[in-house]
T-cell receptor, first 116, second 120 residues
């Protein structure tokens, strides 16, 4: 099955700096890669996603890059703010078509702390 | 957007009792729902895939008889932790996907708020 590795497990940055979280996946058939943000005691929320036919996607201060050849993808947060502090999870999915083949495999998460 | 409701948000029970957790898709129909377990400061571990009108698909290592899943309608899946023991204490989160993509991308998983189970 799919295996997703995520690094680093913890990341501390100063407000205004950039933060980068990296993930690798094992199954070359994976074609959908979302990123979720989970604040303490709350549900995970999708912040950005990318599909395998795209190399980069940006949404304001957040961007994701995908390298299919190397099987890795990264989350980039620029101009970090204290409210960005949370646990971030990357994930990979085997299928876009849904049904029994649709299953997200999550990385272990990165605890991001943005210091004021 | 797509909304998934999960109840109860927390429950405390005695060892040996059973606990039922409900997961509802409020504004869309979900033929498939997913149940995750999350330990403190750890990742989301998929327990099983709940399929409407058929048996759930369990991940390796998850006891089917311990964690009973029922998906009787297109908007409701339930997880019952049977004969709960302290080691079953955890945060259980359900999620669902709106295949029509009406409110978000068709592949976007929307999570419930989670249920924190404490078994004494």
């Amino acid at each position: 099955g799919e295996n997703v590795e995520q690094h680093p497990s913890t990341l501390s940055v100063q407000e205004g700096d950039s933060a980068v979280i990296k993930c690798t996946y094992s199954d070359s058939a994976s074609n959908y890669f979302p990123w979720y943000k989970q604040e303490l005691g709350k549900r995970p929320q999708l912040i950005i996603d990318i599909r395998s036919n795209v190399g980069e996607k940006k949404d304001q201060r957040i961007a994701v890059t995908l390298n299919k050849t190397a099987k890795h993808f990264s989350l980039h947060i620029t101009e970090t703010q204290p409210e960005d502090s949370a646990v971030y999870f990357c994930a990979a999915s085997l299928s876009l078509s849904g049904g029994s083949n649709y299953k997200l495999t999550f990385g272990k998460g990165t605890l991001l702390t943005v210091n004021p | 957007g797509a909304v998934v409701s999960q109840h109860p948000s927390w429950v405390i029970c005695k060892s040996g009792t059973s606990v039922k957790i409900e997961c509802r898709s409020l504004d869309f129909q979900a033929t498939t729902m997913f149940w995750y377990r999350q330990f403190p400061k750890q990742s989301l571990m998929l327990m099983a895939t709940s399929n409407e009108g058929s048996k759930a698909t369990y991940e390796q290592g998850v006891e089917k008889d311990k964690f009973l899943i029922n998906h009787a309608s297109l908007t409701l899946s339930t997880l019952t932790v049977t004969s709960a023991h302290p080691e079953d204490s955890s945060f259980y989160i359900c999620s669902a996907r709106d295949p029509t993509g009406q409110f978000s991308g068709a592949n976007v998983l929307t999570f419930g708020a989670g249920s924190r189970l404490t078994v004494l």
